[in-house]
Structure formats: structure tokens, C-alpha cells
């Protein structure tokens, strides 16, 4: 019987201490970006349990999910291209851990490479396929030499792809020399260093926020893959390569790093995230524009319950604007150009900023979000809390006055029994694009509000009917799933209510493509448009947007998510969930 115990307390152990084993240990220190998937066969599975699983695979999606297959946008077949397998070979064949991890191949240029856990037969199957795809593509067979037995291939565009078995699972590099230094630590272990080493790395990873193995965790050292991915003419000294080019040399650079754990369908969430970004102090310049104050978190009572996102954030403004300058001056390439716009509007218009206006404001941002469904309007509102607004609220009002009354794009008008004016405003791009015509701005009810739409201003200083947020089931459902991870040095919380939030861009996109989301007026088109437009090296997306499903379809699909930020000894975490609407009822 003692023997058997023994025998099963050694298994357990061998077990916990396999389930426990960090993929970063297979790679450098130097490893700039670090993605590790726990069970690749599990994860899969989760996924498509999840609300956006179901979505994508749901019968209303399948002409665009045929469109997206098909368009050079598809990440399957851009991996195929670049490194001959794609997805299908993954479900097909990996069994354990999947990692990708990038390096630097040259100054330059980031290199990814790939560790699968699988059988040897499986490996072999996959190595073969791939070998014949990467043929099929117009490669061929290299006899670059390697220090264990593998398949390595020359690319048309002078690029390699290596495949090779190993005890550890399938590596497949796109660098023979980085697979190189990567196979040669592993036999050396006394002279190995791995991301596991890094400080930064160490003090993400040593509190893990939840008890059990994540089903995913990452690592960025954000610095360096700014540099790697910017790095152009002109943005870093010939005499001072190593600094980091704009807009991470002026304070950003105190950041060591980003990274966190990711679990799905687990515990009720789809999604559960643990963003942490390491930025230990001393902190100078742009770190110290992300000072947070904890605090209390609760939605004011005009935030309603038909709100489409809110967030409640604890932040000090005028550290932010103060430190900034920096960045400011990178941004527009003028050394002092932040300095003398802030006396610009001090000397012209009598509008200081930092010792003036902001020193009268609570660091506290509201922000919220909704939807006019007769307007067809995605409208979005800033609130920041007046300190002692029975004396300062007029002087915060007369500083706006200033600041505004030589602008002859500005329409002032009177609302209905309030004292201040509501300035109606056009805000523009850098390229003098009109990205929201009608802005609104004013003081009111002992707040500065400002909105993309001044009717928005308007309908919540006037008092809209509604029932507050924070009185709703929902929220009171999303903050207690959110509880674990709220504690006295939670400095942010929000709320989204998916099938609302994204319903305008999701509609001007199917209806009217990308031209569309220019003519939107919406912070969700924006992004959209940062993230898929085309510039140089990058060609305009291909896919037929109009193959969307009606959003009335899919509605059902986009739940609510919820999000904590926490200050800790070292940075900022910010924890993110999402989850099934309807899993609140």
C-alpha cells in the first residue's frame, strides 16, 4: 500500500511539475515577443464554444467566412505563404504547446519561430505537407548545413524556412541562425540564457492571478519591437542607434515590458485576460502622463442603462498633459513645439492650461457611449468633475470662453435654464480631415463635458429620462463576476454591452465599406480604419464587406465584457472579461 502511495504521490508530482514547465525556457532572453498556448488542441475546442466561435462558424457568416478565407487578409494563408503550413495542419497535428516567438534577425527585421508539441509520425506528416506546399510556392531544397537533422528550404523572396524534430517538440523557424542559436542553448546549458531570466519577464510570471495553468500567456518587450517595426530614416541617430525612435525615447522606454495570461471558456467568461505592463519606478517624462488615482468607480447617474460602453477612470490630468511635452514634440517633429503651444494659448488667449484649467479638475474621466438609432448616430461623451464647483465652475467656463471665442468655426448657444454656453465644435486630423463636424463642449451640473456630438452634451445636461447604469442587472451581474480582481488599488473599471457598441461601424461597414467608416463620425470607425488601411507595403483590404450578415443576425453573439485596472509595485495590470449576455440572466 505505501509503496503504491509513493508510487501515485511521484506520478502527481512528474505531472504538476510537466503541467507547470515554461515554454520560455526554450527560448533567449533576447526574445522580443513570446506566445504560448497551453493545450493547442484544447484551446481550439474552447474557442469555438465561445460567443465569437459560434459566430464565425453560425450559418449567417458563411459567405463572408468563404470571402475572408479567400482574401489575401486571412491569416491562414499568409502563414501558409511565408512558412508553408497553416491552421488545418495545427488542429490536425498539435497535441500539447504551441509557442511562436520573435527575434531579431537583423537590426531590423523581426523573425518568428514556431516550437509544436506533437508525435514524431505526426511531425514527419506535417513536415512533408509543408515541404511539398513550400515547393508547390516555388521554393526549393537548401543545403544550408544545421547542427540537428532537418528540412530547410530556400524561398523565392531570399528567405529560408527550417523544419526540425526535436525533444522538445516541432520547431520551424523562418532564420536558420536564430533556429541555430536557439538548438545550440538548449545543448549548452551552462551558458543558456532564457526569456525566463529577463526581470521583467520573472515579475509578470511569478504571482499568476488565478490558481491553474492559463491557457495562454505572452510577453512583449514593447521598446524594442517599436524600434524593430519603426525604425526608419531619420527616426534614430546614427550616433545613438540603440535609442529608441519617437515616441518611445522620451519616457515610454521606462516601460520593460508587457504581457499576461489568458483563460477561455472558463469559469462563465469567454474571454478572461490579465494585461500586466511592467514599468517599474523611478518614472520619468510620458510614465508619469499615466498616473492613476484608486478610487471609487461607480457610474454617475447619467450614465443610463442604455449606455453602449462606460468607463469610470481614476486619472490625473494634469501629470498627464504635463509630462507629455515629449511626445508632443515627436509628433510633430518641433523640439518645444508643446511648450510654446501652451504659451501660445496662455499669451493669446489668456488659456493656461496645465496651472489654470486642469488644477480645477477632479482626476476623475467618465466616458460612455451610445447609439441614436433614428440618427443613425454612434455618440461618445467625456465627463471630468469640477473640484468645488459652486466657486470654480464659472472660472473653468471663462477659460473655455478664451480659449474658443476666436475659433469661426465654433457656434455658441444657451440651453434651457443653465448659465454656460454649449460651444458646438469641428474637430480635425492632422490633415485637416473633419473627423467629427459637430463636437460639443460645456460646462454644466459641476462638470466639464465634451463629445464627439453636441447633441449628446445637450440630451445629458438636459436631464434625459433613463435609469442609471449602476442600479441595472447587468452591471450588477458584470461587477460581481469582476469582483476577484477589484481591490483598493483599482484605479478604472468599464462596461460594454457588445451587441450595442459595435452596431453602427458594424452596419456603415457592411453597407458601405471602408469609404463609409470615413464618413461615420464614430471612435469604433476610426479604429477600424487605423487598423486596416492601406499605406506602403500594406494594400487596401480585398474583402467584399458587403457578405457581412445583417447585424439584427449575429446581435445574439456579442455579449457584454467587463475590465478592472490595478495599480501594483511595478506598473499597471489591467484584468479584461468577456461572457455571454445572456449568462447574467
Same mark, same amino acid.
Given at each position: ?11 502527481? #508530482? ?5 503541467? &507547470? ?6 527560448f533567449?532572453d533576447?526574445?522580443? *515577443? ?12 474552447k474557442?469555438s464554444?465561445?460567443?465569437m466561435?459560434?459566430l @464565425?462558424?453560425?450559418?449567417p ?39 511562436v516567438?520573435g ?5 531590423d527585421? *523581426? ?8 508525435? =514524431?509520425?505526426? +511531425?514527419?506528416?506535417?513536415i512533408?505537407?509543408a ?8 521554393g526549393?531544397?537548401?543545403?544550408t548545413?544545421f547542427?540537428? &537533422?532537418a ?10 524556412? %527550417? ?7 516541432l *520547431?520551424?523557424?523562418?532564420?536558420? &541562425?536564430?533556429?541555430? !542559436?536557439?538548438?545550440? $542553448? @538548449?545543448a549548452d ?6 526569456l525566463?531570466?529577463?526581470?521583467a ?7 499568476p492571478?488565478r490558481d ?5 500567456? @505572452?510577453?512583449a518587450?514593447?521598446i524594442?519591437l ?9 527616426t534614430?541617430s ?9 515616441? #518611445? ?14 483563460w477561455?471558456?472558463?469559469?462563465g467568461?469567454?474571454? *478572461?485576460?490579465?494585461?500586466?505592463i ?5 518614472r ?5 502622463s ?5 478610487g471609487?468607480?461607480t457610474p ?7 449606455t ?5 477612470? !481614476? @486619472?490625473?490630468? !494634469? ?17 518645444g &513645439?508643446w511648450? =510654446? ?6 499669451n493669446d488667449?489668456?488659456?493656461?492650461l496645465?496651472?489654470g484649467?486642469?488644477?480645477?479638475l ?9 447609439? /441614436? /438609432?433614428d440618427?443613425?448616430q454612434? !455618440? ?9 464647483p459652486? %466657486?470654480?465652475?464659472r472660472r473653468?467656463?471663462?477659460l ?6 476666436n475659433d469661426?468655426? +465654433?457656434?455658441?448657444s444657451?440651453?434651457p435654464r ?12 492632422k490633415?485637416?480631415n ?26 445629458v ?14 452591471f450588477? +451581474?458584470?461587477?460581481?463576476r469582476m469582483?476577484?480582481w477589484?481591490t483598493?488599488?483599482?484605479f ?14 458594424y ?37 467584399d ?6 447585424? +439584427? ?23 479584461i $472579461? ?8
Amino acid at each position: 500500500m505505501l509503496r503504491h502511495a509513493s508510487q501515485s504521490l511521484l506520478i502527481l #508530482l512528474l505531472v504538476a511539475t510537466a503541467v &507547470a514547465a515554461d515554454p520560455a525556457e526554450r527560448f533567449p532572453d533576447d526574445t522580443r *515577443l513570446f506566445v504560448s498556448i497551453a493545450n493547442f488542441k484544447s484551446f481550439q475546442e474552447k474557442l469555438s464554444a465561445t460567443s465569437m466561435g459560434k459566430l @464565425w462558424n453560425s450559418p449567417p457568416m458563411a459567405d463572408f467566412r468563404s470571402e475572408f478565407t479567400d482574401s489575401q487578409q486571412d491569416f491562414s494563408a499568409r502563414l501558409r505563404r511565408a512558412y508553408g503550413f497553416d491552421d488545418k495542419q495545427l488542429k490536425k497535428y498539435a497535441t500539447g504547446t504551441f509557442t511562436v516567438a520573435g527575434l531579431e534577425s537583423k537590426p531590423d527585421e *523581426l523573425s518568428m519561430s514556431f516550437l509544436i508539441e506533437m508525435s =514524431a509520425e505526426s +511531425a514527419q506528416k506535417m513536415i512533408d505537407e509543408a515541404g511539398e506546399q513550400i515547393v508547390a510556392d516555388g521554393g526549393r531544397t537548401s543545403d544550408t548545413s544545421f547542427p540537428i &537533422a532537418a528540412k530547410i528550404y530556400d524561398l523565392p523572396d531570399d528567405q529560408q524556412v %527550417l523544419y526540425a524534430y526535436t525533444d522538445h517538440g516541432l *520547431l520551424i523557424s523562418g532564420d536558420v &541562425a536564430i533556429a541555430t !542559436r536557439i538548438v545550440s $542553448g @538548449w545543448a549548452d546549458a551552462a551558458n543558456w540564457k532564457s526569456l525566463q531570466s529577463v526581470a521583467a519577464y520573472q515579475r509578470m510570471t511569478a504571482a499568476p492571478p488565478r490558481d491553474g495553468v492559463a491557457d495562454i500567456r @505572452w510577453f512583449a518587450d514593447v521598446i524594442r519591437l517599436a524600434v524593430v517595426m519603426n525604425k526608419k530614416e531619420g527616426t534614430v541617430s546614427s550616433a545613438h542607434p540603440d535609442r529608441p525612435p519617437f515616441p #518611445l525615447r522620451h519616457g515610454f522606454a521606462g516601460i520593460q515590458g508587457i504581457g499576461g495570461f489568458g483563460w477561455v471558456s472558463d469559469d462563465g467568461f469567454d474571454f *478572461l485576460n490579465d494585461v500586466q505592463i511592467d514599468a517599474p519606478p523611478p518614472r520619468q517624462q510620458a510614465l508619469k502622463s499615466l498616473d492613476f488615482n484608486a478610487g471609487d468607480l461607480t457610474p454617475p447617474a447619467f450614465v443610463h442603462d442604455t449606455t453602449s460602453n462606460t468607463m469610470v477612470n !481614476r @486619472w490625473n490630468l !494634469r501629470s498627464m498633459l504635463a509630462n507629455i511635452g515629449d511626445v508632443y514634440d515627436d509628433i510633430t517633429d518641433a523640439p518645444g &513645439a508643446w511648450v =510654446a503651444t501652451l504659451d501660445d494659448w496662455k499669451n493669446d488667449l489668456g488659456f493656461d492650461l496645465i496651472d489654470g484649467l486642469l488644477p480645477m479638475l477632479e482626476p476623475e474621466l467618465v466616458t460612455h457611449s451610445d447609439y /441614436v /438609432v433614428d440618427a443613425k448616430q454612434e !455618440r461618445t461623451l467625456i465627463a471630468i468633475p469640477i473640484q468645488n464647483p459652486k %466657486l470654480q465652475e464659472r472660472r473653468v467656463a471663462s477659460l473655455i470662453y478664451r480659449f474658443l471665442r476666436n475659433d469661426n468655426k +465654433a457656434i455658441r448657444s444657451r440651453l434651457p435654464r443653465q448659465k454656460y454656453d454649449l460651444w458646438e465644435i469641428v474637430l480635425q486630423d492632422k490633415q485637416g480631415n473633419s473627423t467629427f463636424t459637430r463636437a460639443g463642449i460645456m460646462v454644466a451640473n459641476g462638470r466639464l463635458w465634451i463629445s464627439t456630438h453636441a447633441t449628446m452634451v445637450q440630451d445629458v445636461v438636459l436631464g434625459a429620462e433613463g435609469n442609471p447604469l449602476s442600479e441595472s442587472q447587468e452591471f450588477t +451581474a458584470l461587477t460581481q463576476r469582476m469582483q476577484p480582481w477589484t481591490t483598493d488599488q483599482s484605479f478604472m473599471r468599464g462596461f460594454v454591452r457588445g451587441d450595442r457598441d459595435i452596431r453602427h461601424s458594424y452596419e456603415v461597414l457592411r453597407s458601405e465599406g471602408l469609404d463609409g467608416l470615413k464618413r461615420a463620425e464614430s471612435m469604433y470607425g476610426n479604429m477600424l480604419l487605423m487598423l486596416l488601411k492601406s499605406d506602403e507595403g500594406r494594400p487596401q483590404p480585398d474583402t467584399d464587406f458587403s457578405k457581412l450578415p445583417p447585424f +439584427a443576425d449575429v446581435q445574439q453573439y456579442f455579449g457584454m465584457i467587463g475590465s478592472v485596472g490595478n495599480l501594483t509595485d511595478s506598473g499597471w495590470t489591467i484584468v479584461i $472579461g468577456a461572457f455571454d449576455r445572456q449568462k447574467t440572466d
